[in-house]
């Protein structure tokens, strides 16, 4: 049973840094392209960062140069390292295979950027 727990989030004053985590279990973390996610309040989920089993990365353009995506294959852990938050990056965040299984999603963890 595939199982992603993100935690890390929380409300922070814009320019501020958080940096998430996505514990995974039940997959074979290391030959799968992961990707984190997010979703707004009144708005559908995008996808935010991805990084291959080989470490190729990939940003949308509104986070390029503030975040990164990184992994821990030994320790199942996914990372994103979020520099210079705005009060447009808040959301529910999610971490899931790239491309995203529907059947994977888990709770999300909440980061608030405001002042």
């Known amino acids: 049973q595939v199982r992603l727990v993100e935690s890390g989030g929380g409300f922070v004053q814009p320019g501020g840094s958080l940096r998430l985590s996505c514990a995974a279990s039940?997959?074979?973390?290391?030959?799968?392209?992961m990707g984190w996610y997010r979703q707004a309040p009144g708005k559908q989920r995008e996808w935010v960062a991805s990084?291959?089993?080989?470490?190729?990365?990939s940003y949308r353009d509104s986070v390029k140069g503030r975040f990164t995506i990184s992994r821990d294959n030994a320790g199942n852990t996914l990372y994103l390292q979020m520099n210079s938050l705005k009060p447009e990056d808040t959301a529910v965040y999610y971490c899931n295979k790239n491309p995203a299984v529907w059947e994977y999603w888990g709770q999300g963890t909440q980061v608030t950027v405001s002042s």
């Open positions: 990084m291959s089993g080989g470490g190729s990365t």
């Open positions: 039940g997959i074979n973390f290391r030959f799968n392209a």
